[in-house]
């Protein structure tokens, strides 16, 4: 296929995706739409919030809602935060299900010695060895989390984002500083603790195996066969439609989104998208399209993270019922970002809700902004 056949094709792509994300009705939204929406702008009528997404799409109750705040573009990309942990453990899966690798394999297996070496030594005895790709899914390696534990030393990467904002960092410099400024939380396998330093672990692992860059592997295994045209892993590629210009991210007041220290969230958190392609991806994800049944089956194996939430393999499910036992008994399944993004899916209300607040101060307040529109959804249900 020539250089022009190939423009026509992806042309042909990106106006089949829009289209299907269009809204299935051209009447006035139903009630429960209108509700939505009503609350979506109440939410973002906090002054911290410069821009937001919201996309709700259910078959059971015909909602197609598809809002925007502060851009005037639905197909803006956005920083999606922690959600890129469920891409990077899907990929894995995937990897799996053409057997060229097995969850329950030891790391050491693919990555080098001279990068994990002293990775986990707790007490003084050396765990690194028993470390499993299975630990760094779940979050039960023990390893500390870069980002946000209390270093030993010196300070974590929240604070170094704006202490060095312009420095590039590469994985092993991330693993490095790992090793250097934080201790193990706990034996491999025996508690639970959010980290991102084993999804840097994952994305190399991925590289060892595919032979391809990390943003390659998630291009050529989930973005080009699903028609995610807007997808990109920031400072490391661009989508395939050229369009580059991210909308902008805030931690409070501070704009973060042109920080080249942002380099620092990569296999955990490096991807920017759209609420079109995070659905196309979460539904194709769901009904069985990119990993097989066994491997769903392994990765919803859930370890209990906090009250009503728990973690599988790179997916958070939350119960409202074990939050307040007044609520709903439905779940959510998919993932939340620090910056108030969301990707999940609800199986009881067969509904998936994907955006963001662009706004680190809505890393709470955006699962209950989402279990008000469940009780909505689920009340619509009941009529």
Partial sequence: MNKESKQIMLGI?????VVCYQP?????????EEKII????KEVGNESIHNAFLSVRSGTNNINVNEIYGIDNSQTPFYTASLAKTFTATLVGMLVDSKRIQFHDKINR?????????????????HTSNLTVAHLLNHTSGLPDYFEDEPIQGVNMMTMLFTEPDRVWTPGELIRFTKENFKPKFAPGTAFHYTDTEYVLLALIIEKVTGLSYA????EYIFQPLGMTTSYINLHSKPANGIAVMAPLYAEEAEIGGL???SADWGGGGLVSTNADLYLFMSAL???????EATWTEMNQYTPESKGTYYGYGLRKWNLKELFPTLPDVTLIGHSGATGSFMYYSPELDTYFTGTFNQTSMIKNHIKFLVKLMIMIKKDTKK
């Fill in 13 to 17: 792509i990106v106006a089949i995706t």
């Fill in 24 to 32: 299935l009705k051209a009447e006035r939204p139903s009630k429960v």
């Fill in 38 to 41: 009503e609350s979506f702008y």
């Fill in 110 to 126: 693919y990555l080098p010695g001279n990068l994990i070496e002293g990775l986990h030594i707790l007490d003084g005895v050396d």
């Fill in 216 to 219: 390659q592997a998630l291009s």
């Fill in 260 to 262: 080249t220290s942002l």
């Fill in 286 to 292: 769901i009904k069985g399209e990119l990993v097989s």
